[in-house]
């Protein structure tokens, strides 16, 4: 469409995709409205043992209690910290070692085997480990998490250097970019950009799911503030962090899209 | 044969088969271009005409033979330049950075490369489209980039593989004139690959027929109209019905 109006009715297009939008909005509300109805149901009628479901309508005042209580922002910024580093670290070395797994025939064959037997190991069974080499830190729980980011790069970097079109490269050799260098920066890395940067954004979110618990150990952080809230029955304040969470991810995957949307933009 | 020019490339019993395939694609291939010279490269599918430009190119070496490609030549320029039919442009950048793809290396500082940029996108009639993508041109017109991006380069020899076999006939026809309106402006050979012969005989001063297993050059002839031919011409007709015959 080349992002051309439909010279016909232009205002009645307008005003569809305005009604739809609309629409979605208002259904969308009427959805979770309908869950914390249901939430609300629970905690009356007790669905779960007495006292640990809290009442939704209580959650914005144990956020208040949060945050005056010193611990909210504290928290945020610990898990934060752990994130960055964690994630950081991750994209970076599941990235080179993804290029040169799908660049380096000597290295691909030398590790796969490798490869094959760590792949399947839960980030989480690697906390023994981290809680003896960094004791209960911010480098423990970064180590931890930044083994799930690394796997997914990893996978989604070598796969996409290799599926990008081997015409490419030939188109390369023809017109003076034959080299190492020039064909990974002209041809390699922009091709393989797509599943590199769908990697990175799916480690986003991976971070986040073993970042909670790589905290529930004891490192500070909102997985730690979580469990202690539930060792005195403070459930509402368990969902407080959870939606924390939530707001936290929903932010960084929408940034990162905003990055990866304005670096793929060549894209139809 | 005589030969009018000096010959620019040369292609000396030169023999192709694939790698670990006891089988020649083509072999014995004799035949020389002259600079300046516009020669089409005729066959059947699977005869190894593209491999041909292939080995030319530089893209990959023959099995047998020896080719003699043309001396480089001063600053900013390549020997050799290919067309390819899938026009091949990158995805990830825009036209004016394909165009000038392969101007790096060549020695030449930024302001040349625009103005290099600048020129043949204006040969090709696209001077306002330099910011596209190349997903926002048609397919006509990502035929006419390729074309920019293989001239930007000054090449004394454009390698041309079957380039306009995949656009529609009336596009077909307005890529040919414009192209031997820039073949005539500008001082280079072309080797043209096609299964089209009328194609060849319109637009090739010489036309070479490949044929047989392994391929070998059948035909080689000289087309006998003139400069600016039409397509009705009666002795083009017959000429095309020759190589259709030694097809």
């Given at each position: 469409m080349l992002g051309r109006p439909n010279r016909a009715h232009p205002n009645a297009l307008a005003l569809r995709a305005g009604a739809s939008r609309l629409r979605r909005l208002v259904l969308g509300l009427a959805g979770v409205a309908a869950?914390?109805?249901?939430?609300?149901?629970?905690?009356?009628?007790?669905?779960?043992?007495?006292?640990?479901?809290?009442?939704?309508?209580?959650?914005?005042?144990?956020?208040?209690?949060?945050?005056?209580?010193?611990?909210?922002?504290?928290?945020?910024?610990?898990?934060?910290?752990?994130?960055?580093?964690?994630?950081?670290?991750?994209?970076?070395?599941?990235?080179?070692?993804?290029?040169?797994?799908?660049?380096?025939?000597?290295?691909?064959?030398?590790?796969?085997?490798?490869?094959?037997?760590?792949?399947?190991?839960?980030?989480?069974?690697?906390?023994?480990?981290?809680?003896?080499?960094?004791?209960?830190?911010?480098?423990?729980?970064?180590?931890?998490?930044?083994?799930?980011?690394?796997?997914?790069?990893?996978?989604?970097?070598?796969?996409?250097?290799?599926?990008?079109?081997?015409?490419?490269?030939?188109?390369?050799?023809?017109?003076?970019?034959?080299?190492?260098?020039?064909?990974?920066?002209?041809?390699?890395?922009?091709?393989?950009?797509?599943?590199?940067?769908?990697?990175?954004?799916?480690?986003?979110?991976?971070?986040?799911?073993?970042?909670?618990?790589?905290?529930?150990?004891?490192?500070?952080?909102?997985?730690?503030?979580?469990?202690?809230?539930?060792?005195?029955?403070?459930?509402?304040?368990?969902?407080?962090?959870?939606?924390?969470?939530?707001?936290?991810?929903?932010?960084?995957?929408?940034?990162?899209?905003?990055?990866?949307?304005?670096?793929?933009?060549?894209?139809? | 044969m005589s030969e009018r020019r000096d010959a620019l490339l040369t292609l000396d019993d030169v023999g192709y088969r694939y790698p670990g395939n006891e089988r020649f694609v083509f072999e014995g291939l004799d035949f020389s271009i002259g600079a300046g010279e516009f020669v089409a490269l005729v066959g059947g599918s699977g005869v190894g005409k593209s491999t041909v430009l292939r080995c030319v190119a530089g893209l990959i070496e023959p099995a047998t033979g020896h080719i003699e490609t043309p001396p480089r030549t001063g600053k900013g320029s390549r020997p050799s330049a290919v067309v390819f039919q899938d026009t091949r442009l990158l995805p990830w950048r825009r036209i004016r950075a394909n165009v000038g793809y392969g101007l790096s290396g060549l020695g030449l500082s930024r302001g040349e490369r625009d103005a290099r940029i600048d020129e043949v996108l204006d040969l090709i009639g696209m001077a306002d489209l330099g910011k596209r993508w190349p997903h926002e041109i048609s397919g006509g017109q990502a035929q006419r980039v390729g074309l920019a991006r293989a001239l930007a380069v000054r090449p004394q020899i454009l390698l041309m593989d079957e380039p306009f076999s995949a656009v529609d006939a009336l596009t077909r026809t307005r890529l040919q004139d414009e192209l031997l309106a820039i073949w005539q402006r500008l001082n280079m050979a072309v080797l043209f690959v096609t299964h089209d012969i009328a194609e060849a005989a319109y637009l090739a001063e010489r036309v070479c027929v490949m044929r047989g297993t392994p391929a070998r050059v059948v035909f080689d002839e000289r087309v006998p109209s003139p400069y600016p031919r039409q397509r009705d011409d009666a002795d083009l007709n017959a000429f095309a019905q020759r190589v259709a015959d030694a097809l």
């Open positions: 869950f914390i109805a249901l939430w609300k149901l629970a905690y009356i009628f007790n669905w779960a043992p007495r006292g640990t479901i809290p009442d939704p309508f209580t959650v914005p005042v144990a956020l208040l209690n949060e945050y005056r209580g010193g611990r909210l922002l504290p928290a945020i910024a610990s898990s934060l910290v752990h994130y960055v580093w964690g994630l950081g670290i991750g994209t970076l070395l599941g990235f080179v070692v993804g290029l040169l797994a799908a660049s380096l025939r000597v290295f691909d064959e030398a590790h796969y085997m490798l490869a094959r037997i760590l792949r399947p190991i839960p980030p989480l069974a690697w906390v023994v480990f981290a809680i003896a080499w960094f004791q209960v830190s911010h480098a423990g729980a970064a180590f931890v998490i930044s083994i799930g980011v690394f796997w997914v790069n990893y996978f989604a970097t070598a796969s996409g250097v290799r599926d990008v079109d081997p015409r490419y490269y030939e188109l390369a050799r023809a017109f003076g970019h034959g080299g190492f260098f020039k064909r990974i920066t002209s041809i390699t890395l922009p091709g393989a950009a797509p599943s590199i940067l769908s990697g990175m954004r799916t480690g986003v979110g991976q971070a986040w799911m073993t970042l909670i618990a790589a905290e529930l150990l004891g490192v500070p952080g909102m997985g730690q503030e979580m469990n202690s809230a539930a060792g005195v029955g403070a459930y509402d304040a368990v969902v407080v962090y959870m939606l924390a969470i939530s707001l936290i991810y929903t932010l960084s995957d929408g940034l990162f899209a905003l990055v990866e949307n304005r670096a793929l933009r060549w894209r139809p | -």
